[in-house]
């Protein structure tokens, strides 16, 4: 089945629309052949099933999100000297812990959440969050080459536990009483500094 088709990728295009305004489980596949103007056989040609459909677009938002980040650790990567690396680093903290990040989060949460229940979606995403976590572990290795960052962390680990800390903003958006931001950046850029870059 070829990726890259026209058809597949305007069904996908819909879908990840839609997903802006409605819940996974509201899409239905007439709304999504009105909105696309695809004929519901060209569909099927293209999908295994309408769930099949449904996943590759859930996909594709994280995808996206993934590729952000990827460009952010290219760019963090041109930095001449270790305080601006820190100060890119805080930079982005302050970003992907914002209110503005909140629906990259929410994306995220759901994919994984869907990932762990089935097999299909999970294999699916297990490609875009190895380039994640890929990208994120070749970046603090490299620090660690320079001396940047902390050489007794597994680059790998270190990549797994900065997705953890950003992802885990998310017990915070969905409450009443919140953390003050502030605090939490604080904490945040503190165990940074601290502890993987391990500077006094």
Not at 59 to 88: H, Y
Not at 107 to 123: D, F, N, Q, Y
Not at 183 to 197: A, E, F, G, Q, S
């Amino acid at each position: 089945m070829n990726l890259s088709h026209p058809t597949r990728e305007v069904l996908i295009n819909a879908v990840v629309e839609m997903l802006k305004t409605e819940h996974l489980s509201e899409i239905t596949s007439e709304h999504v052949l009105a909105r696309s103007g695809i004929s519901k056989g060209s569909l099927y040609h293209h999908f295994v099933d309408f769930d099949d459909l449904l996943e590759e677009a859930e996909v594709r938002r994280f995808s996206n999100i993934v590729d952000t980040t990827i460009a952010w650790v290219a760019e963090s990567l041109k930095e001449p000297d270790r305080e601006s690396f820190i100060k890119k680093l805080e930079s982005f903290n302050e970003y992907t812990h914002s209110e503005n990040y909140r629906a990259e989060r929410l994306i995220r949460i759901k994919a994984v959440a869907h990932a762990g229940l089935t097999e299909r979606m999970r294999s699916k995403l297990n490609e875009q969050q190895e380039r994640l976590t890929g990208a994120i572990a070749d970046m603090c290795q490299e620090m660690q080459f320079r001396g940047w960052v902390n050489p007794k962390f597994d680059s790998r680990t270190m990549s797994v536990f900065i997705q953890a800390y950003t992802l885990g903003q998310i017990v915070n958006d969905y409450v009443d009483h919140k953390v003050d931001p502030a605090n939490w950046l604080d904490m945040v850029n503190t165990v940074l500094r601290k502890v993987i870059l391990a500077q006094d």
